[in-house]
């Protein structure tokens, strides 16, 4: 276990990163198909959650050389919104709603995103909005707001993943950065 964490931080493990995410949505889509079959819909975001989970773990190690703090902030905060989730799963919601985590955690991968050398600014603009986005559900225009904010929060992580998978990051300037913070 040790030696993989090693490995992680000194890699930015990029298309890894994207297969997890990839397996997310997966998982976070497939979950719709069974609304009203509570073992089956629980059963599959807990899934979904535990994807999250590493997803957010993963994110630690590949940001961590852009800002080791805000990168470990916004880890904490995806790690507290999949808890919270997965409790809301067997009705022991804290009746806080998990995306007073998720909506900081894109905020802050966005920011991370902007600062980094290794990605495209424009996945982190990106995020940044999914994130205020996923906030806006907590507001009381939400009702006006959901569908679009949905659909816009999902292509913004959606393509994040897919660049992920596709392009990964550039490795070069992700080990120039992990050098500089080092």
């Known amino acids: 276990m040790m030696k993989w964490i090693a490995e992680a931080s000194s890699n930015p493990r990029s298309r ?6 990839l397996l997310y949505f997966l998982a976070a889509v497939s979950s719709q198909l069974f609304v009203g ?5 629980n059963s ?8 999250y989970l590493i997803l957010t773990v993963l994110f630690y190690f590949m940001f961590k050389p852009v800002n080791r703090s805000i ?4 880890a904490f ?10 409790l809301g799963l067997f009705d022991l919601s804290l ?48 009702s ?17 993943m897919v660049w992920l998978v596709v ?5 070069h300037r992700w080990t120039e950065q992990a050098r500089n913070k080092s």
């Open 16 to 21: 890894q990163t994207g297969f997890v995410y």
């Open 37 to 41: 079959r509570i073992i089956l819909y």
């Open 44 to 51: 599959i975001n807990l899934i979904a959650n535990f994807l």
């Open 71 to 74: 990168s470990l902030l916004a």
């Open 77 to 86: 905060s995806g790690l507290i919104g999949c808890v919270i989730a997965s």
């Open 95 to 142: 009746k806080i709603n998990p995306l007073l985590f998720f909506g900081p955690y894109c905020l802050l991968i966005g920011y991370l995103i902007l600062k980094s050398d290794f990605l495209p600014k424009v996945l982190g603009a990106l995020l940044v909005l999914a994130g205020l986005g996923w906030l806006s559900y907590l507001s009381p225009i939400k």
């Open 144 to 160: 006006y707001l959901s569908t679009p904010v949905m659909v816009f929060g999902f292509l913004a992580e959606a393509i994040l």
């Open 167 to 171: 392009k990964g990051v550039n490795v």
